[in-house]
């Protein structure tokens, strides 16, 4: 059954609610690497230390998110087949330490790059405060639908962003931990690719991989760092391609070049390889 297009684009989506804590908030910035830096009095603490916390901005994109529906035989979707591709965020208004959130995902929509070359559905989320219905971030995950391309659909999907062919203007270093992949799956994310041995090597993996987003978390507390003076609140966009896996243990390393004011390129790479790609931020630059 080809991917019925209609049926996702109007998918009865219902809105989620999530309240959750400075102790989730803790153990998001622990999953993504906060104060794992090589030097001690660089130590991340307003990330990681509940008496001035403040939350990693990209935790937003762990929250209120909806059950899993893309498996039902009504879409079409050869779901096995399935790969987050890309992430963007834009956010409206910092992420408090603690609170309740409501989210609202929808197919925004779904690019068919032809037969046997797949397709990319993009999933935006707007998320928003429940207190007070003040917007906070809106989602957008590209994913590649790898096996069902060429059922008729748009063919115009955004191109990436394109990074300065120059040395870049900042370096950020960090070593993940062993069981870095087990610390960020307790944010939510429990697909067995990231703790099944052999769930992962049956996956043509030589063992669990990082998340990608766990990967996209290292790379923000990266650019907050050096170009937004560790002021989660100036962030206001940040996007990437997920490029190849990374594996608990290795050492990732963000490389950040300024583009103009309040605007970044990144990438992160791991033994030369490039793990995430085409990034960009867009921040307040103070």
């Not at 991340?44 to 899993?68: D, I, K, R, S």
């Not at 050492?251 to 390129?265: C, L, Q, S, V």
Request: glycine residues 10%; contains cysteine.
């Amino acid at each position: 059954m080809p991917l019925n297009y209609d049926v996702m684009m109007n998918w009865p989506h219902e809105e989620q609610r999530q309240r959750y804590s400075k102790n989730q908030t803790i153990l998001y910035a622990l999953g993504v690497g906060a104060n794992l830096i090589d030097d001690a009095a660089d130590a991340n603490l307003p990330y990681v230390w509940e008496e001035q916390l403040v939350a990693v901005p990209t935790m937003a994109a762990v929250l209120a998110l909806e059950p899993f529906w893309i498996s039902d035989p009504r879409t079409g979707v050869t779901w096995s087949q399935m790969l987050h591709g890309e992430q963007s965020m834009v956010w409206h208004s910092p992420l408090p330490a603690s609170g309740e959130v409501i989210g609202l995902t929808v197919v925004e929509e779904i690019f068919d790059k032809g037969e046997g070359r797949g397709a990319i559905m993009v999933l935006r989320q707007e998320l928003r405060s429940a207190a007070d219905d003040t917007p906070i971030v809106t989602n957008r995950a590209r994913v590649f639908l790898r096996a069902d391309g060429g059922f008729g659909g748009r063919s115009d999907a955004p191109a990436p962003h394109v990074l300065p062919d120059r040395a870049p203007d900042f370096v950020d270093e960090q070593t993940t931990r062993p069981e870095q992949a087990l610390i960020y799956r307790l944010s939510g994310d429990w697909i067995p690719l990231h703790v099944d041995p052999a769930f992962a090597r049956n996956a043509g993996f030589k063992g669990p991989i990082l998340h990608g987003m766990a990967t996209f978390g290292f790379a923000c507390l990266g650019v907050l760092r050096h170009v937004c003076g560790d002021e989660p609140a100036r962030l206001k966009q940040l996007d990437a391609r997920f490029s190849s896996p990374v594996y608990p243990g290795e050492r990732i390393r963000t490389e950040i070049w300024r583009e103009g004011p309040g605007e970044a390129g990144f990438r992160c790479l791991v033994e030369g390889r490039v793990v995430l790609n085409n990034g960009y931020a867009r921040y307040d630059p103070g």
